[in-house]
């Protein structure tokens, strides 16, 4: 695993073209928490999250998206001896282009060195599939799923 950062893609904002780079950060450094700290504990961003508080260690390694210095989203991903695994992140809007691209980030970070799992909000299986994630279990508000390829 490599810190540092990298270019996700180009969106257009006001007719300008910007520029968004997806941070990869470890789980209690400094920066992560300057970027996201507004994020986590705000009220709005909490109820996306289905009133669940995000949380981080030094086993996390944390997807942070930034476009014109402002966090639009992340995706924290925790390093366990079975495997990594998403849980608890954030795309601002509830942007489908923006998860994709922190969803393909994380592939590309872990996978084939590792098997990758999320718990994924319902509302967005259809996306985690499309990156090539499978079902593994389902309840009301979240599916398990796993990492098999496209």
């Not at 709005?44 to 996390?60: A, C, D, E, G, L």
């Not at 590792?114 to 259809?126: F, G, I, K, T, Y």
């Amino acid at each position: 695993m490599n810190n540092g950062s990298f270019l996700a893609g180009e969106s257009e904002k006001s007719n300008k073209c910007s520029t968004m780079i997806i941070e990869k950060l470890q789980g209690t450094e400094e920066r992560l928490y300057k970027l996201v700290a507004p994020l986590v504990m705000s009220i709005p961003v909490i109820r996306q999250n289905n009133n669940y508080p995000f949380k981080t260690s030094r086993k996390h390694l944390w997807f942070v998206a930034v476009d014109r210095d402002s966090v639009v989203g992340f995706m924290p991903v925790e390093c366990k001896t079975s495997g990594a695994y998403i849980d608890n992140y954030y795309a601002a809007g509830d942007s489908p282009e923006l998860l994709k691209k922190l969803v393909e980030a994380v592939v590309a970070e872990f996978v084939p060195e590792q098997p990758l799992s999320a718990m994924v909000h319902v509302r967005h299986s259809d996306i985690f599939k499309a990156c090539g994630f499978s079902p593994v279990k389902n309840w009301k508000l979240y599916v398990k799923m796993e990492y098999e390829g496209l």
